[in-house]
């Protein structure tokens, strides 16, 4: 029952910011993903958090307690590294009961642990090996093992699938949420990769700069983008964004400077609505992404199947209204439709 | 017969390098063997077989005897003391300390030295009365120590001397090891609770071992090939009380001209490093984790 929470972090290195003013707080047993584009700071916000780096300003708490200068050891975290940092010189079962023998614990108390947690992992036949008889998938589930066996109340998690392929990360992701679940731990996650994000949270801290973007449940961040940079960082393609002028006449009633943003798979086409220039498809199975053009500025289109267009052909393009965000196009930032500037005709028009 | 062209090839490739091992180390092996079951030929009288007759006198020799306890002395001193210096100073120069480039050129500075000039400079540390040692020693009352004429404590300058002169050298090898160490090894270790200490004993040293291994190869051929500052500084005196096996060699062969002798003193030498290199390698090897 551990909620960790994080206020106005800061880290610097001489002139440049990379944490800054990060805050945000989980619940006990939550599962929260820390996401951005590389080089935001999420890495650094984790080390911050593990201690592994000392805080410019701004705490880290755990179950209302400062552990800001705390020795990463005293905190009451584990934490399982992007390169998993496994002991190459020990097998399996001494990696994993590393923690636990410098701490002093009895040998009799190791092995009670070691047996509840290597089923777990299904690592049994596996603990006599050294890492580099292990595949990356195996190393993987080492460097869990060596951090859940610890029974710290908060687990951290650094890019742990980006070294793994495909077909095994999917496999990971449902393991270390079912992990997460069953041992009711409170998971700080950082990855790049939004579908795993957005897969596995249940909520998602968008770092962006150094700053918070949005915290928000993976739907909501989905659903409703605080801002363009959420909108088309969350989401393949990523949300279609368009000066509301280019639009037509419909579209005159919204303030000024409006950016209008609508997600691929929103778009429809019709008999009435946008005139666009087909440019190219791209055929994925179940969907095709049609790239097309509203004069000069590009718009991804997705459809089911495998639609006839040719290149260079007009077509027409309508989405719902309440599919539609609008974003300010200075600041970027999410402007909520005020009620009485409803589109309405708007509506009619784009509804066919 | 038909000799492909590759192996022409392959053959002329190999020949300087065989040629300069056969020269300079094979033949003069083979050679020193062979010749230690011989006299020595003088003026006109040649080389005649002499069985072991050189051994025997060997094992009656007191300097021979006095050599092998000095250079056993020497050894057990100067390989514990001088890997455990690098070592500790590696991890010190390793560390984030202001200056650390400075310390590092420091520390490898004894090695760039030629040992001709080391010893000089060692000479005057070690002058009676006016030597930096005794200067330093004398205003506390203690001045007045002859420290390479006296037989107690010759051995023991000498000793200092080399550990000071091969610790730098070592140092860099495991300076280089250290950093082939990735930084989240220790970091994970810091998050499971190790101390330094911990840190140092449970992870550092043992991704260490081979470095150790290579390095105490290294530190006892050290041990028994570095006499030049001898030659330079006491020529094993007083008393025979600095007399190493192969500065005795040294003298044999190129002082008193019997290379027979100095052949079989050459055959014990290369003996005993023979064995303590087996020893490293077989029995350390299967003990090291290699990554």
Same mark, same amino acid.
């Given at each position: 029952?551990?909620?960790?929470?994080?206020?106005?972090?800061?880290?610097?290195?001489?002139?440049?910011?990379?944490?800054?003013? *990060?805050?945000?707080?989980?619940?006990?047993?939550? /599962?929260?993903?820390? &996401?951005?584009?590389?080089?935001?700071?999420?890495?650094?916000?984790?080390?911050?958090?593990?201690? !592994?780096?000392?805080?410019?300003?701004?705490?880290?708490?755990?179950?209302?307690?400062?552990?800001?200068? &705390?020795?990463?050891?005293?905190?009451?975290?584990?934490?399982?590294?992007?390169?998993?940092? @496994?002991?190459?010189?020990?097998?399996?079962?001494?990696?994993?009961?590393?923690?636990?023998?410098? %701490?002093?614990?009895?040998?009799?108390?190791?092995?009670?642990? @070691?047996?509840?947690?290597?089923?777990?992992?299904? &690592?049994?036949?596996?603990?006599?090996?050294?890492?580099?008889?292990?595949?990356?998938?195996?190393?993987?589930? *080492?460097?869990?093992?060596?951090?859940?066996?610890?029974?710290?109340?908060?687990?951290? &998690?650094? +890019?742990?699938?980006?070294?793994?392929?495909?077909?095994?990360?999917?496999?990971?992701?449902? +393991?270390? %949420?079912?992990?997460?679940?069953?041992?009711?731990?409170?998971?700080?996650?950082?990855?790049?990769?939004?579908?795993?994000?957005?897969?596995?949270?249940?909520?998602?801290?968008?770092? %962006?700069?150094?700053?918070?973007?949005? /915290?928000?449940?993976?739907?909501?961040?989905?659903?409703?983008?605080?801002?363009? /940079?959420?909108?088309?960082?969350?989401?393949?393609?990523?949300?279609?964004?368009?000066?509301?002028?280019?639009?037509?006449?419909?579209?005159?009633?919204?303030?000024?400077?409006?950016?209008?943003?609508?997600?691929?798979?929103?778009?429809?086409?019709?008999?009435?609505?946008?005139?666009?220039?087909?440019?190219?498809? +791209?055929?994925?199975?179940?969907?095709?992404?049609?790239?097309?053009?509203?004069?000069?500025?590009? *718009? !991804?289109?997705?459809?089911?199947?495998?639609?006839? /267009?040719?290149?260079? +052909?007009? *077509?027409?393009?309508?989405?719902?209204?309440?599919?539609?965000?609008?974003?300010?196009?200075?600041?970027?930032?999410?402007?909520?439709?005020?009620?009485?500037?409803?589109?309405?005709?708007?509506?009619?028009?784009?509804?066919? | 017969?038909?000799?492909?062209?590759?192996?022409?090839?392959?053959?002329?490739?190999?020949?300087?390098?065989?040629?300069?091992?056969?020269?300079?180390?094979?033949?003069?092996?083979?050679? =020193?063997?062979?010749?230690?079951? $011989?006299? =020595?030929?003088?003026?006109?009288?040649?080389?005649?077989?002499?069985?072991?007759?050189?051994?025997?006198?060997?094992?009656?020799?007191?300097? #021979?005897?006095?050599?092998?306890?000095?250079?056993?002395?020497?050894?057990?001193?100067?390989?514990?003391?001088?890997?455990?210096?690098?070592?500790?100073?590696?991890?010190?120069?390793?560390?984030?300390?202001?200056?650390?480039?400075?310390?590092?050129?420091?520390?490898?500075?004894?090695?760039?030295?030629?040992?001709?000039?080391?010893?000089?400079?060692?000479? $005057?540390?070690?002058?009676?009365?006016?030597?930096?040692?005794?200067?330093?020693?004398?205003? #506390?009352?203690?001045?007045?120590?002859?420290?390479?004429?006296?037989?107690?404590?010759?051995?023991?300058?000498?000793?200092?001397?080399?550990?000071?002169?091969?610790?730098?050298? #070592?140092?860099? #090898?495991?300076?280089?090891?250290?950093?082939?160490?990735?930084?989240?090894?220790?970091?994970?270790?810091?998050?499971?609770?190790?101390?330094?200490?911990?840190?140092?004993?449970?992870?550092?040293?043992?991704?260490?071992?081979?470095?150790?291994?290579?390095?105490?190869?290294?530190?006892?051929?050290?041990?028994?090939?570095?006499?030049?500052?001898?030659?330079?500084?006491?020529?094993?005196?007083?008393?025979?009380? =600095?007399?190493?096996?192969?500065?005795?060699?040294?003298?044999?062969?190129?002082?008193?001209?019997?290379?027979?002798?100095?052949?079989?003193?050459?055959?014990?030498?290369?003996?005993?490093?023979?064995?303590?290199?087996?020893?490293?390698?077989?029995?350390?090897?299967?003990?090291?984790?290699?990554?």
């Amino acid at each position: 029952m551990s909620r960790l929470s994080v206020r106005s972090l800061v880290k610097t290195w001489d002139e440049t910011r990379a944490v800054d003013g *990060v805050s945000f707080a989980t619940e006990a047993r939550e /599962f929260v993903a820390l &996401l951005g584009p590389s080089g935001c700071g999420k890495s650094t916000t984790l080390r911050l958090i593990a201690g !592994l780096e000392a805080a410019t300003e701004g705490s880290v708490e755990i179950d209302g307690l400062d552990v800001t200068n &705390l020795p990463p050891a005293s905190r009451r975290i584990s934490m399982v590294f992007q390169s998993y940092a @496994l002991f190459p010189h020990l097998n399996v079962a001494d990696n994993i009961l590393f923690g636990l023998s410098v %701490r002093g614990v009895k040998r009799a108390e190791q092995k009670q642990r @070691l047996d509840r947690i290597v089923p777990l992992l299904g &690592l049994s036949s596996l603990l006599d090996r050294r890492p580099s008889q292990l595949s990356g998938g195996q190393q993987q589930r *080492v460097a869990l093992g060596r951090a859940l066996i610890a029974e710290a109340p908060v687990c951290l &998690l650094d +890019e742990p699938l980006s070294n793994l392929d495909a077909k095994l990360r999917a496999e990971m992701r449902n +393991e270390i %949420r079912s992990l997460q679940q069953r041992l009711g731990l409170t998971m700080l996650f950082v990855t790049h990769d939004q579908t795993e994000a957005m897969s596995m949270a249940d909520r998602v801290v968008l770092l %962006r700069d150094g700053k918070v973007e949005q /915290f928000a449940t993976p739907s909501d961040l989905y659903t409703k983008p605080n801002s363009v /940079f959420v909108a088309q960082f969350i989401g393949t393609p990523p949300m279609n964004i368009l000066d509301a002028t280019l639009l037509g006449p419909a579209w005159d009633r919204l303030p000024k400077n409006t950016l209008v943003g609508v997600r691929p798979e929103h778009i429809r086409f019709a008999d009435r609505g946008i005139a666009a220039t087909v440019v190219s498809m +791209e055929y994925f199975g179940a969907d095709s992404v049609v790239s097309c053009r509203i004069a000069d500025k590009p *718009v !991804l289109v997705r459809v089911p199947g495998q639609p006839g /267009f040719a290149g260079g +052909e007009t *077509v027409h393009l309508s989405w719902p209204q309440e599919a539609q965000h609008l974003f300010d196009q200075h600041s970027g930032k999410r402007r909520d439709p005020i009620p009485d500037q409803r589109l309405a005709p708007a509506l009619e028009f784009v509804q066919p | 017969m038909k000799v492909s062209r590759n192996l022409t090839y392959s053959m002329l490739l190999l020949l300087p390098a065989v040629v300069l091992l056969v020269a300079f180390t094979y033949y003069p092996t083979v050679a =020193t063997i062979i010749d230690s079951f $011989f006299s =020595t030929p003088r003026g006109r009288r040649p080389a005649r077989f002499v069985g072991l007759a050189n051994y025997e006198t060997m094992l009656a020799d007191p300097v #021979f005897r006095k050599a092998i306890v000095n250079n056993m002395i020497y050894a057990a001193v100067i390989i514990p003391c001088s890997m455990g210096l690098a070592l500790a100073m590696a991890l010190l120069v390793n560390a984030r300390i202001a200056g650390r480039g400075f310390v590092r050129l420091a520390y490898f500075t004894p090695t760039v030295l030629p040992m001709i000039a080391v010893a000089n400079i060692w000479m $005057f540390f070690y002058a009676p009365d006016y030597g930096l040692i005794d200067q330093v020693l004398g205003h #506390f009352g203690r001045g007045g120590n002859n420290w390479l004429g006296n037989p107690d404590t010759a051995l023991w300058a000498i000793i200092v001397i080399t550990v000071w002169k091969c610790a730098g050298f #070592f140092m860099i #090898f495991y300076l280089a090891a250290l950093q082939q160490i990735p930084p989240s090894l220790l970091e994970a270790a810091e998050m499971e609770g190790a101390t330094y200490w911990q840190q140092l004993r449970r992870v550092i040293l043992p991704l260490l071992m081979p470095t150790t291994l290579f390095i105490s190869v290294n530190a006892v051929i050290e041990a028994f090939r570095l006499v030049d500052h001898i030659i330079a500084m006491t020529r094993g005196g007083p008393d025979n009380s =600095t007399q190493l096996l192969l500065h005795y060699i040294y003298q044999v062969a190129f002082g008193f001209w019997d290379t027979a002798y100095a052949a079989t003193l050459s055959v014990v030498l290369l003996a005993i490093l023979a064995l303590i290199a087996l020893v490293q390698f077989g029995y350390a090897d299967r003990r090291i984790f290699y990554r």
